[in-house]
């Protein structure tokens, strides 16, 4: 804390504003300690708690692991989706102490701008003084000076204490731009810590969502292999005759409609620019994400695209419709066969508005969104979303790098 002091050597009336000041300062800076304390303890606490939190997710992160290692089987893919659920509570519990700790961190930060004001402000005040005692001063001729006073030390008493005034003076007004200096530091810093709040927000929605299709896709799985060891060796093996049949197609049809494809791609830059296939979606999984709930049995291809129960689904670019299908996996889905070796896929479909065969043009719908465990054309799908994929060369590849914003 930065103030002023003053050694006078005689009485002035402004020693009493000094005074004031001064045990406003003290006050001050005693009220701000102790709130200070108080916060400083509080997020050391929620820190602590934090780590016990991180602690028990690497646990489960272990037990993750345990399973993945173990032959793939329906009761180490339950053991794994179920102690992931586990994990995401945990992250979500995680979450709302950080939430909680940042909280306090934008207290202690404006607790510390607030004490940081009133220390300029009081600084002010004894720069207002002190020019006050100076211009005072500036008024009184040096013959004033001298025989103004009863006693020539007197005098001297007087010019040193000018001295001091103009030495305090300049002192104060150092202090007034390093408080300032050190007010923009802070209020830089707590914007950092709003946005960092932001940022954990929205995680810990993220988090939510996702423990949600965690606990669902045990419930999926559990339909559609009926709670049976063997019914889940038949659902790992038409997962992988879909794969197989996709990738022997693809390579067929583009060479099929190589020709066709050339004729009627009339967008520059053909399907290497792609518009999104429906609209003001919320990104549920990502190409390969490691959240994926069903990872362990095979690689998330695509993005996952939660909108509304029966939204259009749009062609991403110009192409022939290569098939309209139901498989197992994808549920309801079509294939579009592409220039340049690329293909995409649409599925999870509650409807379709196309047929094989057929051309269809960039942003024409091809169908509607699904995804509604239970309902027609699903498949294994945890909620109401469209599954897009790109390949190249058969080869599934990142949507994000086609996309067009």
């Given at each position: ?5 003053f ?8 020693c ?7 045990l406003?300062?003290m ?37 993750i ?9 329906l009761s180490?893919?339950l ?16 979450n ?12 202690e ?22 020019l ?9 001729s ?7 006073n ?5 005098f ?16 104060s ?9 050190s007010?923009?530091?802070?209020r830089e810093?707590?914007?950092q ?7 954990i ?5 993220d ?28 659902l790992?093996?038409?997962?992988r ?71 259009p689904?749009?062609?991403?670019a ?20 592409h220039?340049?070796g ?47 994929e ?16």
């Amino acid at each position: 804390m930065l103030f002023m002091t003053f050694q006078l050597t005689k009485p002035f009336m402004h020693c009493t504003t000094l005074i004031v000041v001064a045990l406003g300062f003290m006050i001050s800076a005693s009220s701000f300690a102790q709130v200070s304390n108080d916060l400083s303890r509080s997020i050391e606490n929620k820190e602590a708690e934090i780590e016990g939190v991180q602690r028990k997710i690497k646990d489960y992160e272990s037990k993750i692991q345990q399973y993945e290692a173990q032959e793939q089987s329906l009761s180490s893919e339950l053991a794994i989706l179920e102690n992931r659920a586990k994990r995401t509570e945990l992250n979500i519990q995680e979450n709302e102490l950080a939430i909680s700790k940042s909280e306090l961190e934008i207290r202690e930060t404006q607790a510390l701008i607030h004490e940081t004001e009133s220390q300029i402000e009081m600084q002010k005040t004894l720069i207002a003084d002190v020019l006050h005692e100076l211009h005072i001063a500036d008024d009184d001729s040096p013959i004033e000076l001298i025989f103004g006073n009863d006693q020539f030390s007197d005098f001297f008493d007087q010019i040193q204490y000018l001295e001091l005034l103009q030495s305090d003076l300049q002192t104060s007004i150092q202090n007034v731009q390093a408080l300032q200096s050190s007010l923009v530091g802070s209020r830089e810093q707590e914007e950092q810590h709003k946005e960092r709040l932001l940022s954990i927000r929205k995680t810990l929605e993220d988090a939510r969502v996702r423990l949600e299709a965690e606990q669902r896709a045990k419930d999926v799985l559990l339909a559609h292999t009926e709670r049976n060891e063997a019914q889940f060796r038949v659902l790992l093996s038409e997962l992988r005759a879909e794969q197989q049949f996709i990738n022997a197609e693809i390579f067929r049809l583009q060479d099929q409609l190589s020709k066709q494809l050339q004729e009627n791609d009339q967008v520059a830059g053909g399907p290497t620019i792609m518009s999104w296939p429906v609209s003001n979606p919320t990104l549920t999984a990502r190409f390969h994400d490691p959240t994926y709930p069903y990872r362990h049995l095979f690689e998330h291809s695509g993005l996952d695209m939660a909108v509304p129960q029966k939204s259009p689904v749009r062609a991403a670019a110009p192409g022939y419709v290569a098939w309209t299908r139901t498989g197992r996996s994808y549920g309801n889905y079509i294939m579009v066969i592409h220039t340049n070796g690329i293909a995409t896929l649409y599925a999870h479909l509650s409807g379709f508005n196309v047929t094989a065969d057929q051309f269809v043009e960039r942003g024409e719908t091809i169908g509607f969104s699904g995804g509604m465990p239970g309902t027609p054309g699903a498949g294994l799908s945890t909620g109401p979303h469209l599954h897009f994929e790109v390949r190249e060369n058969g080869i599934p590849v990142n949507p994000e790098n086609y996309l067009v914003n």
